[in-house]
């Protein structure tokens, strides 16, 4: 996982750890938005491969940043000598991909008939599945690629593809998760929806206000059978629901994302007595955090730990489901809850039972939620098999 937290999982087990933000007043490109963001330092000096530089823009520099951290490529070429290339796919979700690219394109359209630059390189950069080429063709890998775009659920159900994709028998492997970086048409698009803070994110906060928007990049290698038998954490379950209430709105309360709870809860065999902590999808807008907190409570009561870890991280939009699964397995590995960066008065409107402090704890099974635009949610259940013990 690389994202404002640092570059790596070390990077990002001491923000964690410490919790401490990597939310900054925003001074990306030439936004004047009084918004704080989660940035990722260093894309701008990353540099593809020369036979790859097709590919190049802010999306798919930061897909290379992530690939090089953590050992993940030698993992992944271990996994090809074990499997095969053709038996290795490539799910990865995103939500506006290489749109920036094409906004840089247009600053230099041509005076006469408006046109775009020649070298502008659409299919390349800016088309959703660029990032899910890109990773395919940059770890020599041959089995199928698919790139998932619903909003803020997106590399949360590259989880359930993947899934889907060995359960059929097509794969034994995949490399799942989610890329999405900063760029003008979300900072100003959710900026007219009034949906951006003008200060940290403050999920589940008592004076909430909006969401900070970050960016960042979370693989993960999902493999099945004897190959997976040694890991301590595992894919238990996912959950997906579309209620389709309304194009931006969650549903009041919270339908689709409780049934992407339960769904999720019955694909791992699991009551919900069983899951030790709920990572929420927590946005900070007051309506999101109100539906959300519906949702779990009527699944879970207010029995078991949540928070939202938004405050650390940003929201990352179409990468936001794989970086929380990140954060999740940490949770597993490592015994502990995160913190709620920037929480300070729990709303008294909102009953489920939110842990702003977090700290030391076993943690065995972690649900994830993402929820997306248009009611597209996902939840996903991740943890130790065999439960606790």
Known sequence: ????????????????????????????????????????????????????AAFDCRNNRAAELGLAQDGFGEAVRAAVARHGAHRVGVFLGTSTAGILQTELAYRRRDPGDGS????FDYRHTHNAYSVAEY???????????????TACSSSAKAFASAARMMEAGA?????????????????????????????PCRPWDASRDGISIGEAAAFFLLERGPAAAGDDVWLLGTGESSDAWHMSAPHPEGKGARMAMELALRSAVLEPAAIDYVNLHGTGTPSNDAAEDKAVT????????????????????????AVEAAISILAI?????????????????????????????????????????????????????????
């Open 298 to 321: 009527a699944v879970f009561g207010e029995a078991a730990a949540c928070n939202s870890t938004k405050g650390l991280t940003g929201h990352a939009l179409g990468a936001a489901g």
């Open 135 to 149: 990773v395919r063709a940059r770890l020599a890998l041959a089995g199928p690629g698919a790139a998932i775009s």
């Open 116 to 119: 775009l630059p020649r070298d």
């Open 333 to 389: 590995r490592d015994g502990m809850v995160p913190p709620s960066a920037g929480t300070r008065t729990i709303d008294p409107a909102l009953h489920a039972r939110y842990d702003v402090a977090g700290g030391r704890r076993r943690v065995d099974r972690v649900m994830s939620n993402s929820f997306g635009f248009g009611g597209s949610n996902c939840s996903l259940v991740l943890g130790r098999r065999g439960g606790a013990g």
């Open 1 to 52: 996982m690389t994202s404002c937290l640092g570059h790596g999982l070390a990077a990002t087990r001491a923000a964690l750890s410490a919790g401490a933000s990597g939310l900054a007043p925003c001074r990306f490109e030439t936004v004047t938005l009084q918004t704080w963001v989660g940035e990722i330092a260093g894309v701008d000096e990353v540099r593809l491969p020369s036979a790859l």
């Open 171 to 199: 794969i034994d492997a995949a490399v799942v998760g989610g890329v999405d970086t900063l760029c003008l048409t979300t900072l100003y698009g959710f900026h007219s929806l009034a949906v951006l803070s003008r200060e």
